[in-house]
């Protein structure tokens, strides 16, 4: 038996040169837990605009991107300590991507982004990536979070120069001949194609894994983002004063955990068998072993994505017991601090103008769409095996699925247990003789115990029905066969009962392909009437370099200004890399 167990004009003169710089190997190869570095797109947002972000988890006994974690957790929090958004971020080899559209509902102020790992919560959100986010939401009336009373001009124009010095400063840090961002001129009109060179110059010690973002300096008071440099050699290497929960570790997938309680003195949950089925095409079923204590867990893939899932007791006697679901429990912010900023006068025009242009670019939002990439879980535990499938279609229609099984079905009959009640049964092969196994049974994914609750759908919904011979064992049970009906809808409505328990998972965020704008030589694209006042030209989250020098390019847009380009990311060995470059769009 075989066993198968997601219009702001900026006045500026200066332009930065490339800077790179990478933190020395050993002086971090600490023992202990993962450590996150996001590389954000920017610091400061208007409602209306898209945070964009990347998501690099490092093993810090290793020193290189980490294998452990399959998921990365990212909260925007304000300072009432509520999340404006929390989103779940699947790792491939250590890295993960998403955005976030911040809406209107958002009030201007300073917020902290904080990312982390399940295996780093009992670190303490000291050891968590933290970095200081500004927003600014034009649309209300009262901005007295971010307005200064006095307006006083000073204390913002010093915040704004002290971070062009450390812009400065940057370009002064050793190790800058590793890697470069070449280009043929800093100066570019509107409309135009920007061909960028990512030059290697350390061979293959310099491959690895970057993002890269090409947005618009505008004077408004920005806190210059953290580098993947900053994260690696700065405050954030602290040494570990707790323990990671290595039990916590979602080192297969998002873990579903629960634990069994006996409603009967007698009953006891250790050993009882737990089923956790998630509908798809790609379906998911599992079943856990309950220990003795009665805990159970499942590992979800990352890429599966659901709006439900079930939670089954399972075998003789599953009515005496009662699911009862780990919960995830919320982080105290109480310890974050959050930056203070402010606007005055001065800076209405490049608001407003900054504003103006989001909302022609959000109206012709469908004219310049994202593309969702196509994020395929693992297949289910039948998906190589030989088949037998039939459409309903092609045969006559019978009123119930039993009569299908008895009139049109092959290998596939109906008995009766000791109690009475109809199971399924499925034949290994046309003249064997049948087994006392029950056979798995499946509707559009959704594991069915009790067979008689579908025997008396009605026949009109179901469109396909397929069959596999083959033995499985799934935890203390052996099944002869599955049978999987798929609906014509497609989202079959699991009847309700005592030892079954629905949940909503919460799925990672969809990985996109992001929309890149183009024109020809002379400016134009397809549909030339579309206005163009991007103030982020490009963003690509993953760059995977292979080679001594990779090429991008991107077109400028309508909106003049200083732009700089930002490069971040991680070396094959864990060397952090950091670039930057200003460009200037002009009319």
């Keep these: 038996m075989r066993k198968r167990i997601f219009s702001f ?90 955005d976030f559209f911040i809406p209107n509902r958002v009030g201007s102020g300073s917020y902290k982004l904080i990312a982390y790992t399940m295996g780093m919560k009992p670190m303490g959100l000291e050891h968590f990536y933290q970095q200081d986010i500004r927003i600014i939401n034009p649309y209300l009336g009262d901005q007295s979070s971010i307005v200064s009373e006095t307006a006083a001009m000073g204390g913002v124009k010093a915040e704004v120069d002290s971070e062009k010095t450390k812009k400065q400063e940057v370009a002064a840090t050793p190790g800058t001949n590793q890697f470069e961002l070449l280009m043929e001129t800093d100066t570019f009109r509107r409309r135009s194609e920007v061909e ?31 580098s993947s440099v900053d994260v690696v050699t700065g405050s954030d290497r602290k040494n570990v004063m707790g323990s990671p929960n290595l039990f916590s570790i979602e080192k297969e997938g998002s873990i579903v955990s629960g634990t069994l309680i006996s409603k009967v003195s007698d009953r006891t949950v250790g050993g009882r068998d737990v089923a956790l089925s998630i509908p798809g095409k790609n379906f998911y079923f599992k079943v856990d072993t309950a220990s003795e204590d009665g805990t159970f ?20 006697g599953k009515e005496d017991f009662l699911i009862v679901m780990d919960q995830t429990d919320d982080l105290d912010y109480r310890s974050l601090s959050f930056d203070a900023f402010q606007i005055d006068p001065s800076m209405e025009s490049t608001i407003v103008n900054r504003s103006i242009q989001n909302q022609i670019e959000n109206a012709y939002f469908e004219a310049k769409p994202d593309t969702v990439k196509e994020q395929v879980p693992d297949k289910p535990f039948i998906y190589y095996e030989k088949k037998l499938r039939y459409d309903l279609d092609e045969y006559t229609r019978f009123n119930t699925v039993e009569e299908v099984f008895q009139e049109i079905v092959k290998l596939v009959w109906t008995a009766r247990d000791k109690d009475g009640e109809r199971f399924v049964r499925v034949y290994k092969n046309e003249f064997s003789e049948p087994t006392r196994d029950p056979a798995l049974v499946f509707v559009d994914g959704v594991f069915i115990q009790d067979h008689s609750d579908v025997l008396d ?33 497609g989202g079959y409505a699991y009847p309700p009962n005592s030892y079954t328990l629905q949940l909503s998972p919460v799925n990672c965020e969809q990985r996109k392909d992001y929309f890149q704008q183009g024109y020809d030589s002379a400016g134009r694209e397809t549909d030339h009437r579309i206005p163009d006042f991007r103030t982020q030209l490009y963003w690509n989250p993953e760059i995977v370099l292979t080679k001594g020098e990779e090429r991008f390019s991107f077109f400028t847009s309508d909106a003049t200004g200083l732009y700089e380009i930002a490069l971040e990311g991680f070396t094959n060995d864990g060397q952090p890399v950091s670039l930057r470059k200003r460009i200037r769009v002009i009319d």
């Design 196 to 226: 960028v060179a990512l030059r290697n110059n350390i061979n293959l010690n310099g491959l690895g894994r970057y993002s890269m973002s090409v947005r618009r300096l505008d004077q408004l008071p920005e806190k210059a983002p953290r």
């Design 9 to 98: 004009l900026l006045v500026a003169s200066l332009l930065c040169g490339a800077t790179a710089s990478a933190a020395d190997h050993d002086n971090w190869n600490l023992s202990g837990t993962e450590q996150i570095y996001v590389h954000v797109n920017g610091t400061l947002f208007l409602t209306g605009e898209y945070m964009y972000y990347t998501v690099y988890c490092l093993d810090r006994a290793k020193g290189v991107l980490s294998q452990q974690s399959k998921i990365a957790y990212i909260e925007l929090i304000g300072k009432d300590q509520k999340a404006v958004f929390k989103q779940k971020i699947a790792l491939d080899k250590g890295v993960g991507r998403a």
């Design 297 to 316: 867990r499942f590992y979800i893939d990352p890429n599966l994505q659901s709006e439900s899932a079930y939670v089954q007791v399972m075998g003789e």
């Design 457 to 489: 759908m009605n026949a009109d919904q179901i469109q396909h029905v397929t069959v596999v011979r083959n033995a499985y064992r799934f935890g203390g049970t052996d099944y002869q066969g599955v049978v999987l009906l798929e609906t014509k809808t």
